[in-house]
């Protein structure tokens, strides 16, 4: 079979869950598992952690519905909302909770009749300027919403533009505008992102909603000694599957793009673009082979890329090598480096691998 596999480290997963905890011991944090838990397989990361979290978030309802028919009783919080009317009995149903940012929604929420109140997390645009009431409109929307026999547990709820950056100036006007309007309403608040979580204890509400750092990536332009302690979850691996002797000067991959400097031994590494992987990764993105770095040498093929592995001088055809992650020997490859290499960021590149590769799954320790 073709030796491609992303291998998905479950003990990983909860050991970064439970720092998301320790980084805000006063919070309830719910697990961010969208995009079908970032590419990471959004059921089997949901079974992993839910003895361990009180909710989990996902982008719709369809992704809420997968993770229930997967087994998964927990609460769910649609982060988007429910994007039609129509949705609202299988929202109360199951027992969703749903982000409301828009008045169309309220007004649809307040115009159904649930068996239970459902709870409402508001959304406030304190300055991301993508989803959301404006600052000036929530008072009144929040008003409408807790006197409502539809809702429960009344949140206020916002996103944050620039809690991963070294400047906290736009962070901190956005957390000034929230800090007041919460304090005038009395309202629980629901805002810290990933790198919120990490960096900003200011952010740590009622709830934090880390997603990212779940996964091993460290969402910060600035790595801390917090973030050094993350685990990646995915370690993208695959094997030689042929070795090339190429004189100097003599090219490799469409378009010659790389050229050998000297005499060089190419690997040619079962994994491509059709796999999800960067076609944008330039010569010289690290790869793990044995365990030791060295690095892709010309253009990423839609089943192939291949590697210069001149100085490895174990390299043989069936030798091991990781696009990302953690390799046999302990080795790691963060997959925030490769993203850099491929002018992109870990959530691309998580997301992006398809599900041509299979996932296999190392169970959580008891």
Not at 82 to 99: S, Y
């Amino acid at each position: 079979m073709r030796p491609l596999v992303a291998h998905i480290d479950l003990d990983a997963l909860r050991h970064n869950y439970q720092l998301a905890c320790r980084c805000a011991p006063e919070s309830r944090s719910l697990a961010v598992i969208k995009a079908n838990a970032y590419g990471h397989g959004a059921v089997a990361c949901a079974q992993a952690l839910e003895s361990q979290v009180p909710a989990f978030g996902v982008a719709c309802i369809e992704e809420a519905l997968a993770l229930r028919e997967g087994g998964i009783t927990k609460p769910i919080v649609l982060l988007e909302g429910f994007f039609d009317a129509e949705e609202l009995p299988l929202v109360d149903r199951h027992r969703f909770w749903v982000a409301v940012h828009s008045a169309w929604q309220v007004d649809a929420l307040l115009a159904f009749s649930p068996s239970q109140p459902i709870p409402v997390w508001l959304k406030v645009d304190s300055g991301m300027h993508r989803l959301g009431f404006e600052l000036e409109q929530a008072a009144c929307v929040w008003q409408r919403l807790s006197t409502a026999p539809q809702v429960a547990d009344l949140h206020l709820m916002s996103h944050f533009a620039t809690a991963d950056a070294g400047d906290g100036t736009y962070f901190t006007r956005q957390m000034q505008h929230l800090q007041a309007l919460a304090g005038a309403l009395e309202a629980p608040l629901c805002l810290a992102n990933s790198p919120a979580t990490l960096a900003w204890p200011a952010a740590h509400g009622d709830w934090n909603r880390p997603g990212i750092m779940l996964y091993g990536s460290d969402p910060l332009e600035i790595a801390s000694d917090t973030t050094r302690k993350l685990r990646p979850v995915m370690s993208l691996r695959s094997e030689i599957i042929a070795l090339r002797e190429l004189d100097e000067g003599e090219p490799v991959g469409y378009g010659g793009r790389w050229r050998a400097p000297r005499r060089s031994r190419i690997a040619v590494v079962a994994a491509g673009y059709g796999d999800g992987y960067d076609r944008h990764a330039a010569d010289g993105t690290p790869v793990l082979v044995n365990g030791q770095r060295c690095a892709i040498a010309g253009k990423v093929s839609m089943d192939m890329l291949t590697v210069d592995v001149t100085d490895i001088e174990d390299a043989a055809i069936g030798s091991e090598v990781v696009l990302w992650g953690t390799a046999s020997n302990g080795a790691v490859l963060p997959v925030d480096e490769v993203a850099r290499y491929c002018d992109t960021i870990s959530y691309t590149l998580l997301t992006g691998v398809l599900p041509r590769v299979p996932r296999r799954y190392q169970a959580p320790s008891v």
